[in-house]
């Protein structure tokens, strides 16, 4: 029997999506080929790696993480900065501060500081709210109208309150993340709502990431899966990119909060299982972790 | 690509139509379909030629090969893989992960290896996780030393090892010494490959092929099954992640899609000899890791960055058919005492972790019960009747928490606030209080409970 090397071409492609305005435009997604299966066809664009940036001086933080921005915590805009320096795509600002079990902090600050960092960055933004439904509808509406024009990435879209952020992302031109829980028919479902108020190209699906030893393998299977059905099988609702914010589920076991070493592998292992399973876009927080990453989507590691 | 029990019907006796019965099953079709499954053996039917059954053994046999590395307590089976993604159905054999020792390093460093690849154990939930392989290099150019390093091995640990050696004379040297070992002797290459074929018929082991690409393989592969050697693992000799990852998916491909014989053997890897740095290597390793390696082997191990590794391989070899559960019992959270609250919930390993974390964040010492519930998320268990107030109940009297706490209060989560009068009537010597709809409202929720108590 002869050997034929069983290459395999799709049908299906992954939405381009484009991230931030102007010059600092990142473009994710528009490939049809399976993760890093750079021997069937030319990628697009290749995976990106954001880094994470909170309103919250970084509260709660491992040391051995928040070290490389120790001097800057205080300061969202200096600390995307030092990101930006350190190798991130993309910075990734988390608006814990507004969460209403927490500081609280009104939607106009929290608008009002995205727009400062955003103005000063030379790479965009992506948005997340703290996580509360209700307080996310107010405080990411007034972020999409602040940043009007930025085309920032913003989310999370939940069930319970995608369609007042998906009117506001789309009315000041701006990008969603669709998020659901682990669950890949939750998932489709809110992408089939969402296409009725934005194209295609303006979503990202957040499917949630796990830590590794902390539900990684579900994490793992569902953007496996999402991207088969999306590239393998022509789903045209399963074809948008993938957010894996994991860099703060990653730090925040024990595993990671013990052991500067260990931490950085869960980071990085975690990253690199959901980027073979089909992540566009890593969220994570060790800048080290970032450099290596990068290496890991070249293909040079 | 495995043959179908409609398939081998037509081929049996009279094509299929004898049924005589005699191989115990009522019909010929009967025995196909078993054959097609795996659950009865060929020589079961008295009538079949040789010829046939030869033929069908052939298209039975798995895809890709079981190998069974190493003898006794210790032996590892790698291989016998049916799928190429975990969704399918899952992974099942998963890779070993073993430890270089080159013959130059020092003793003690050697030493250590060794006792670390015998002592790094770690238990998560419920399942204890190591290495489980010694690789041993030729290095020195000195064979005597590389014997002396075998020798320790072999009465050092009962773990298989492989033998990698580039000096053909060395290797199968070393290999005589490890007799009734079966280790795995590399690298194989068309060089030395007839020379290890005379020793490995006299000396079982395992042959681990290398070749320059996927394709190469095939013909060192194709000399092995005419000298009737199946005990074969592939290096494609993959440079880095990106032709790994080709290499990888090509062979798996190949193997199942194509059921090209060839290459249907498990894989081996090196991160060892790739990467620049640890965490490159480790990185490497986990790239393997869903990327279908049978055999990684690591420069060296430790307990910081062996734990994640092993972790992932459990992750990913976890079937995805049978969710992950918690062991039944009652854990202690933040060093609790007999006036810390106790908190119930079901024993999804996710659920679990989850709500344990979330404790754990509110700072406030507790006892969290865990009840058996089939694996189950708080809803899911409520609605198959798993997690209610006549099944909770006498948990809550076996599990002895109420030796632990001097107090009757039992927080339910909110998603089965339902539950509780008829847990109250089940347990009425408690009182029953309902907790969050959500894990993450935990750390606001449990200060102001207790702060309540104290009021």
């Not at chain 1, 002869?2 to 010059?23: F, M, N």
């Not at chain 1, 007042?164 to 992408?191: F, M, S, W, Y």
């Not at chain 1, 194209?199 to 990684?216: K, N």
């Not at chain 2, 309902?434 to 606001?444: K, S």
Request: glycine share 8%.
């Amino acid at each position: 029997m002869q050997y034929k090397a069983p290459l395999e071409t799709y049908t299906g492609r992954v939405k381009e999506v484009t991230i931030g305005s102007g010059r600092k435009a990142v473009r994710v997604g528009g490939q049809n080929i399976l993760p890093l299966h750079y021997f069937e066809g030319a990628a697009a664009n290749r995976c990106v790696v954001a880094l994470e940036v909170d309103d919250n001086g970084a509260a709660g933080w491992a040391g051995h993480v928040a070290g490389p921005y120790k001097d800057v915590v205080h300061d969202p805009l200096k600390w995307a900065k030092r990101c930006m320096e350190m190798g991130a795509d993309l910075v990734c600002l988390h608006l814990e501060g507004t969460d209403p079990q927490g500081a609280n902090k009104p939607a106009a600050e929290a608008a009002a500081l995205v727009k400062e960092v955003t103005g000063g960055l030379d790479v965009p933004l992506v948005v997340y709210g703290c996580g509360d439904d209700k307080k996310d509808i107010e405080v990411l509406t007034a972020v999409a109208e602040a940043c009007k024009g930025e085309n920032l990435l913003i989310g999370p879209a939940v069930k319970e309150n995608y369609e007042a952020i998906a009117r506001a992302v789309a009315e000041n031109g701006h990008c969603i993340i669709a998020q659901t829980p682990i669950d890949i028919n939750l998932e489709k479902e809110l992408n089939v709502k969402l296409l009725k108020q934005l194209p295609p190209e303006r979503i990202v699906i957040d499917p949630l990431s796990s830590a590794l030893g902390y539900g990684m393998e579900y994490s793992f299977t569902i953007m496996e899966r999402s991207r088969q059905v999306g590239v393998v099988y022509g789903d045209m609702a399963m074809q948008m990119p993938i957010i894996a914010d994991l860099g703060r589920e990653c730090w925040k076991t024990n595993q990671a909060r013990a052991d500067a070493e260990q931490g950085m592998l869960w980071e990085s292992i975690t990253a690199i299982s959901l980027l073979l399973a089909g992540a566009d876009i890593l969220v994570l927080r060790h800048p080290d972790n970032c450099r290596l990453l990068k290496e890991a989507i070249e293909g040079k590691l | 690509m495995a043959i179908k029990g409609t398939e081998i019907v037509k081929r049996l006796p009279e094509g299929g139509k004898k049924n005589c019965k005699e191989c115990g099953l009522p019909t010929c079709f009967a025995f196909a379909m078993k054959l097609a499954a795996g659950g009865i053996v060929i020589e079961k039917c008295p009538y079949i030629s040789p010829e046939v059954s030869r033929e069908l053994e052939d298209e039975l046999a798995p895809p890709i090969r079981p190998v069974t590395i190493g003898t006794g307590a210790g032996a590892l089976v790698v291989g016998d893989e049916t799928v190429l993604y975990r969704h399918e159905k899952t992974f099942v054999h998963q890779p070993g992960i073993g430890v270089l020792i080159a013959d130059d390093e020092p003793g003690e460093v050697v030493e250590g290896k060794i006792r670390k690849l015998r002592e790094l154990h770690f238990s998560w939930v419920g399942k204890t996780l190591k290495a489980d392989l010694l690789a041993l290099q030729y290095k020195s150019g000195d064979p005597a030393k590389y014997g002396a390093l075998v020798k320790k091995a072999l009465t050092a640990v009962d773990c298989p090892l492989m033998l990698i050696c580039e000096d053909t004379d060395a290797l199968l040297n070393a290999h005589a010494l490890c007799a009734g070992r079966k280790p795995v002797l590399y690298p194989v290459t068309a060089q030395n490959l007839e020379k290890v074929i005379s020793a490995v018929k006299q000396n079982p082991a395992v042959v681990a092929v290398k070749g320059a690409g996927v394709e190469s393989l095939a013909h060192l592969t194709n000399r092995l099954t005419e000298a009737s050697i199946e005990d074969v693992l592939l290096d494609p000799g993959s440079k880095d992640l990106q032709s790994a990852v080709r290499d990888q998916t090509l062979i798996r491909r190949a193997a199942l899609k194509q059921g090209f014989r060839a290459l249907g053997y498990p894989t081996v890897a090196f991160p060892c000899f790739m990467a620049a740095d640890k965490r490159r290597e480790m990185l490497l390793a986990a790239m393997f890791i869903p990327k279908y390696a049978a055999f990684i082997v690591l420069s060296d191990i430790d307990e910081h960055t062996l734990l994640p590794l092993l972790v992932q391989r459990m992750n990913i070899y976890t079937d995805p058919r049978i969710p992950m559960a918690m062991e039944e019992k009652v854990y202690p959270i933040n060093n609790p005492d007999a006036g810390s609250p106790v908190l119930i919930t079901t024993n999804w390993a996710l659920t679990y972790f989850i709500v344990a974390s979330e404790v754990e964040a509110s700072k406030v010492p507790a006892w969290l019960c865990v009840k058996e519930s089939g694996g189950l998320g708080v809803l899911t268990a409520w609605a198959a009747g798993k997690f209610s107030g006549d099944n909770i109940a006498p948990f809550i009297r076996k599990c002895g928490v109420e030796g632990m706490v001097n107090h009757r209060r039992l927080v339910i989560p909110g998603k089965v606030a339902r539950i509780r009068n008829e847990l109250s009537e089940a347990l009425p010597d408690w009182q029953i209080i309902v907790g969050p709809g959500d894990a993450n409202e935990i750390p606001a929720y449990l200060p102001a409970l207790v702060k309540s108590w104290k009021g």
